[in-house]
């Protein structure tokens, strides 16, 4: 099933996909109202879930694998080619074949007015906190908290957002 608010772009070029290969409907994608989903952009859920919130937009050729679950805050920006994958395929024994030995899926969430640059991968059991920020191609590992600025290969903190108080407000 797929859930649109009011006021939603979605590219004719885009592809959401709630069924499998056999057509078989298993997953849900909702996404809120005033959000913008742009050209090559993929969705998939598999039997999981995406759940994009209002006030979003997803620029070209990214990907959502929602096999283990993504939730999307509101306000949230998310560059061109990021990849957001929620699952992870198990693969600690040599003796059998990687596609046999099942997947781990543990979801991913990503607070309120993040933003994340092009060419980052979210992979699966990630929690960003709201006002953090992704830089271009990090790789995150691991969770990013609250108003952090995260960058790299794996991602690392390397500095926190703070609140700016306009010189006209000062005592």
């Not at 996909?17 to 598999?46: L, M, Q």
């Not at 607070?111 to 092009?118: E, T």
């Not at 990630?126 to 790299?152: C, F, H, L, R």
Request: hydrophobic share 35%.
């Amino acid at each position: 099933m797929c859930k649109i608010g009011r006021n939603v772009y979605i590219s004719p070029l885009a592809l959401i996909r709630t069924s499998t290969a056999y057509n078989k409907p298993r997953g849900n994608i909702e996404i809120g109202s005033n959000s913008e989903i742009h050209d090559y952009v993929s969705c998939n859920v598999g039997k999981g879930f995406i759940k994009i919130g209002t006030n979003c937009s997803i620029q070209t050729s990214s990907v959502l694998d929602g096999y283990g679950g993504i939730t999307i805050g509101n306000d949230v920006r998310i560059a061109n080619h990021v990849s957001i994958i929620s699952a992870q395929h198990n693969y600690l024994s040599s003796d059998t074949l990687i596609r046999k030995q099942g997947m781990t899926a543990k979801g991913i969430t990503i607070g309120n007015d993040v933003w994340i640059g092009s060419g980052a991968r979210i992979l699966d059991g990630v929690n960003i906190g709201s006002g953090a920020v992704i830089g271009a191609g990090a790789v995150v590992t691991k969770d990013i908290p609250e108003n952090q600025v995260a960058i790299g290969t794996p991602a690392h903190i390397i500095k926190e957002r703070k609140k700016i108080i306009p010189t006209n407000q000062l005592p």
